[in-house]
């Protein structure tokens, strides 16, 4: 037998045409074996709920050769000891130290993928879980592990090995924290592909308890930054509202009302609370107030030499300080008194301003959130920080942002007083 009949007939007769040669190659079997090989991959958590984990907690999974990118994400997430595994995953090809991509496009890794057929030695990639939460992972293949090490076990993703402490996925430190034993529905993903929210048209169709109009303005939108000012628009509208008109605004109250258990900036667990006591007919007794909430937070944020504001605790007026001091001024009638001790004095929290600051860089994409981090450093922040704001485009993203946080300051105060705006 010659040597290369000899050769095709050690290697199974498989043959490829190059040129002038015929080769005689034994590649069905080496695919065989390599196919039975699982994957080690180091996941390393560096990020997630807007902070930056260090040093990073992490797991060495042991991934099997059938094993797609979707049943990959769901063994990290067991492994991380997520309980609500519900939340979208996606996935992209090397590591970018932030993952901001939503839907299809270069680079993006199809959940239903194999992966061990993306991958070999030295391969990074990242892994996004929750869209919401934003856990971002990096992901670096470590190398390929033979089948004598795994033939007893399931071929599912398994962690082998662990280190750091673990977050909890929503931030929550015991079983009170927002219902823990019962997880939520997920919430509708009001990012990515949501379109912008129209502030002016929500507010104007609250104001005309224009039902349709209102629930066409925040559908489909990206309420993310507005929880507060978008809730108080929408519980406004179903008071007003007959039973019939009530009943579409029901979920998008409710969804309202999950998103606030959240995202739990201040005054967001009373709104939340607020809400739930509202749809179901159970509002908590105490001094009911037809207060602006805009025009209370208005004075909260009001600085200077004669700072903060006043409530009329029977009217629910709300006075900025030098004007409630000027009016004084002009009174010589001390018949007033009795009038007078209804005012109760609204404090200017001077640390808030540089809190929502830091808040909104913190929530900006790495390049602008560098950029604006920088501006808040030093005297004359404020200013430097709003003309950073303004010539990066992103002035109407941080006026909703910042007011949202004053709303929810606004609402804390009222609950600290007993007071339920109506």
């Known amino acids: 037998m010659s040597d290369r009949t000899d050769s095709a007939a050690r290697t199974g007769g498989k043959r490829v045409q190059l040129g002038s040669n015929v080769l005689a190659l034994g590649f069905a079997g080496r695919v065989g074996r390599v196919a039975q090989r699982w994957l080690k991959i180091r996941v390393d958590l560096v990020s997630g709920r807007g902070d930056t984990l260090r040093p990073s907690p992490g797991r060495v999974m042991l991934v099997p050769p059938t094993a797609t990118f979707a049943d990959f994400g769901l063994g990290v997430d067991l492994a991380f000891g997520r309980w609500d595994v519900t939340r979208r995953r996606s996935f992209r090809a090397g590591w970018h130290g932030r993952h901001e991509r939503r839907g299809s496009g270069r680079g993006d890794l199809p959940p239903e993928r194999i992966v061990h057929g993306s991958m070999s030695r030295g391969t990074r990639f990242e892994y996004l879980f929750d869209d919401d939460e934003k856990w971002v992972h990096e992901c670096v293949v470590e190398e390929l592990v033979g089948r004598r090490e795994t ?65 066409s303005a925040v559908e489909g939108r990206d309420l993310g930054a507005a929880l507060q000012q978008v809730g108080d628009a929408l519980m406004r509208a179903y008071r007003s509202a007959g039973a019939a ?129 920088v501006a808040i450093r030093g005297r004359g922040a404020i200013a430097r920080f709003r003309r950073t704001v303004d010539e990066l485009d992103l002035w109407n993203d941080w006026q909703a942002f910042s007011d949202d946080r004053a709303f929810g300051r606004a609402r804390a105060l009222l609950r600290s007083q007993g007071i339920r705006p109506v």
Request: charged fraction near 25%; aromatic fraction near 4%.
């Open 151 to 215: 033939v007893s076990r399931a071929p599912i993703p398994v962690p082998i090995l662990g280190w750091g402490t673990i977050p909890d996925q929503f931030g929550r430190q015991t079983a009170e924290d927002q219902d823990v034993a019962t997880p939520r529905p997920p919430a509708r993903r009001h990012r990515g592909t949501a379109r912008p929210l129209d502030l002016a048209a929500v507010r104007e169709a609250s104001r005309a308890d224009d039902v349709a109009t209102l629930l």
């Open 245 to 373: 008109d009530q009943a579409p605004l029901v979920g998008a109250l409710r969804e309202i009302e999950t998103l606030l258990g959240h995202r739990g900036w201040e005054g967001d667990d009373v709104l939340a609370e607020e809400i739930g006591a509202l749809l179901s007919g159970s509002e908590r007794r105490g001094r009911t107030l037809s207060v602006d909430i805009e025009e209370l937070a208005e004075v909260m944020a009001n600085g200077g030499e004669d700072p903060g504001g006043y409530l009329h605790l029977d009217t629910g007026e709300v006075v900025h300080a030098f004007l409630h001091h000027g009016m004084e001024d002009l009174t010589a009638d001390h018949s007033q008194d009795e009038d007078d001790n209804l005012w109760i004095y609204v404090d200017h929290d001077a640390s808030a301003a540089y809190a929502d600051m830091a808040a909104f860089a913190a929530t900006a994409p790495d390049r602008l959130g560098g950029i604006l981090s």
